[in-house]
Nanobody, 122 residues
Framework: VQLQASGGGLVQAGGSLRLSCAAS????????MGWFRQAPGKEREFVTI????????YYADSVKGRFTISRGAAKNTVYLQMDSLKPEDTAVYYC????????????????WGQGTLVTVSS
């Protein structure tokens, strides 16, 4: 499985961005997919995860109600809709795939994309 994240950029506080993560590999549709982020000088942190079927999602408290994760119809793309962005959302965002479970721990994930930078100005 190879993951390619895109959609990052510069946005003002209160604005929106949509990140995409395109996956290659025929077994991708059975994997849960997560988004993580890492701000300068900080550890990588969990943002959200969606199950392989798309029916189950979990969010970090810091983004709940503002961010929405979803899978494309063909299950090979995952989206992260980010609304009401805040300066503290500034980070490199990574998508990742996990073969088993719905973990929030980066170390449990099996595949990672290259990251896309999101900058929110105040």
């Amino acid at each position: 499985v190879q993951l390619q994240a895109s959609g990052g950029g510069l946005v003002q506080a209160g604005g929106s961005l949509r990140l995409s993560c395109a996956a290659s590999g025929r077994t991708f549709s059975t994997y849960a997919m997560g988004w993580f982020r890492q701000a300068p000088g900080k550890e990588r942190e969990f943002v959200t995860i969606v199950s392989g079927s798309g029916s189950t999602t979990y969010y970090a408290d810091s983004v709940k109600g503002r961010f929405t994760i979803s899978r494309g119809a063909a299950k090979n793309t995952v989206y992260l809709q980010m609304d009401s962005l805040k300066p503290e959302d500034t980070a490199v965002y990574y998508c990742a795939a996990i073969i088993r479970g719905l973990s929030r721990l980066p170390s449990d994930y099996d595949y990672w994309g290259q990251g896309t930078l999101v900058t929110v100005s105040s």
